[in-house]
């Protein structure tokens, strides 16, 4: 008996031996299939070759093999195999040139000369009446106060004292209007429309008339300034107008809409030291290649913290954000998921790029940056350079000690930036901003020069589901949605938008425009034939436009480049 319970005891303890190796065995069999069908399966987001590892460093070429999905969400749906057709096609885009260029741009010409019927300045200006304007926020929404500065002393008949710029604010700049602009060009570039003088007239060592400080509405209008502005102007000889930015109405006659042009395209110069830099960077870039792409980037904790826009972060980015938002103390309650929606938030740096290789750039397109510090820096940044390794920067382009008369100052630094992106092939941007639209206006007037704005309103959905698509479904779409986005002419109808982004009053177009006024144009973008749905003549717009009058980023009262 004893015998046979110990057998029992012994056959028990013997049979659980097999079951474990069995459990074992079948699970490293398990890990070993998955980790060979890993090493098979293509990568989650690019489908690329590896980085060529063989030869000397500095004769490797960048190339990721793959990119990883930021989105936990879209993380899930590709471990679950659900989309494993979205992969980003490596290697260069298209061949069509279109994608530098509108065909369209020859046929069209800046034009802000005044008319016959435009009086001078000398005519103009009536004795003892002096205008001074302190600007607001950053450079380029300063910029947008010294031109409409100008207009506004034309208006009532003053002389313009060269205009204050801000040094009190975020900004923390203490530059004045000298150490940016060429002062001395600004006064004799406009000296035919309005009286310029650097500082108010002396007697006997003080000023004569000490300046009446008062502030008006946006977007003020000419009865605005005559019954505002003038009477106070008359009997005081002197009025400074604060915070003096975007408070200029955009409905004005069409030779004060010119002179707009004038003082924006011709008046404001940088200084030699800041051109010099700037053109020697865009000379280093196209070193590099022949055509570049020029990138303004707005993703600054500050700025998204402002738009209270949501990016997926967790409860760690909303209590970061959260904490910076509370600096402005009449911001209401943020929507992010109808910000979003409504295309009221800046494309995160990774749309950014997912739109322009759907558009057609490849990853051998080197790419320029101008942007401020960027929320989490190198992880935020990380899947825009893995789509485009040639990413560049002043920073980058530059020596520190190029920089450094710069550094310290954040206009001079935006200025460099204002200045490649000027002399980019293509410009692309983010967001709304006052340099976008500054920007925006300008390549216009010189020439048409590939501008693209994502149409944030319809791409928001098209991001949200893009892991449920194959890149050929989700190129076309892109394709679709950035029609009346991609700086051909007349996208918008004159006289809508804001007049530093459209400035239409100051663009002509030639005879053979006007003899094909009906006259539909194909404009080939990318991967296939798109239907701008330009018309030849002015007045007709692209259906699929989205007016960015319904949000305003500029009555939010935020300026770029703002340091934490």
């Not at 190198?378 to 190029?402: D, M, V, W």
């Amino acid at each position: 008996m004893a015998f046979q319970r110990r057998r029992r005891q012994e056959r028990r303890v013997v049979s659980a031996v097999p079951a474990a190796a069995a459990i074992s065995g079948a699970a490293l069999l398990i890990i070993a299939v998955l980790a060979f069908h890993s090493l098979l399966a293509p990568s989650l987001l690019l489908n690329g070759a590896a980085p060529d590892t063989a030869g000397p460093a500095r004769h490797r070429r960048s190339k990721p093999s793959s990119i990883l999905l930021k989105n936990p969400v879209d993380l899930r749906r590709n471990a679950a195999g659900a989309v494993d057709a979205f992969r980003v096609p490596s290697g260069s885009g298209s061949p069509v040139t279109d994608l530098w260029g509108s065909k369209l741009s020859k046929d069209y010409y800046g034009c802000s000369n005044a008319s016959s019927g435009f009086a001078t300045a000398e005519a103009n200006t009536l004795p003892n009446r002096y205008l001074m304007i302190a600007t607001s926020g950053g450079l380029n929404q300063q910029r947008t106060g010294i031109i409409d500065g100008v207009v506004a002393a034309r208006i009532l008949n003053a002389t313009l004292v060269v205009p204050i710029l801000d040094q009190d604010s975020f900004w923390n700049d203490a530059s004045d209007f000298s150490d940016i602009f060429d002062v001395d060009w600004f006064i004799t570039s406009l000296t035919k429309d309005v009286k310029i003088i650097k500082e108010l007239p002396e007697r006997d060592g003080k000023v004569i008339w000490i300046p009446y400080t008062m502030r008006v509405p946006r977007k003020c209008t000419l009865r605005c300034y005559h019954s505002r502005v003038l009477p106070v102007l008359m009997k005081k000889h002197v009025v400074r107008l604060t915070k003096f930015d975007y408070r200029l109405s955009n409905k004005l006659d069409i030779d004060l809409q010119k002179l707009r042009c004038r003082v924006n395209y011709q008046g404001l110069k940088f200084t030699d030291q800041i051109q010099v830099l700037g053109d020697t960077l865009i000379k280093r870039m196209k070193a590099r290649s022949k055509h570049f792409i020029a990138l303004h980037l707005r993703f600054e904790p500050d700025m998204l913290a402002f738009s209270g826009c949501y990016y997926g972060g967790g409860e760690k980015e909303r209590t970061e954000l959260g904490a910076i938002r509370k600096r402005w103390k009449n911001l209401h309650a943020s929507n992010p998921e109808k910000g979003h929606r409504h295309g009221k938030c800046p494309l995160t740096p990774e749309e950014v790029g997912l739109m322009l290789r759907a558009l057609g750039f490849g990853n051998d397109v080197h790419l320029y940056v101008a942007s401020g510090e960027i929320y989490r820096g190198a992880e935020t940044l990380a899947p825009l350079k893995a789509l485009f390794p040639n990413f560049h920067s002043k920073e980058t382009l530059a020596t520190k000690e190029e920089l450094a008369p710069f550094s310290s100052y954040s206009s001079r630094m935006a200025a460099l930036d204002f200045i490649v992106c000027d002399g980019s092939n293509v410009f692309v941007t983010n967001n709304n901003g006052n340099m976008a639209r500054m920007l925006a206006g300008r390549r216009r007037y010189f020439g048409h020069k590939r501008t693209i704005r994502p149409n944030a309103k319809k791409l928001y959905s098209l991001f949200l589901n893009r892991t449920s698509m194959t890149w050929e479904t989700f190129s076309s779409r892109i394709h679709t949605f950035q029609r009346g986005f991609m700086g051909e002419p007349n996208e918008v109808r004159p006289g809508r938008g804001g007049f530093h982004e459209h400035p239409s009053a100051c663009i002509c177009g030639s005879s053979e425009v006007a003899a094909h006024s009906n006259h539909d144009i194909q404009t080939n973008l990318g991967n296939g034939n798109l239907k701008s749905n330009v018309r030849r003549s002015a007045g007709e717009t692209i259906n699929n436009h989205s007016s960015y009058e319904d949000f305003d980023w500029i009555d939010l009262d935020y300026g770029e480049n703002t340091p934490l």
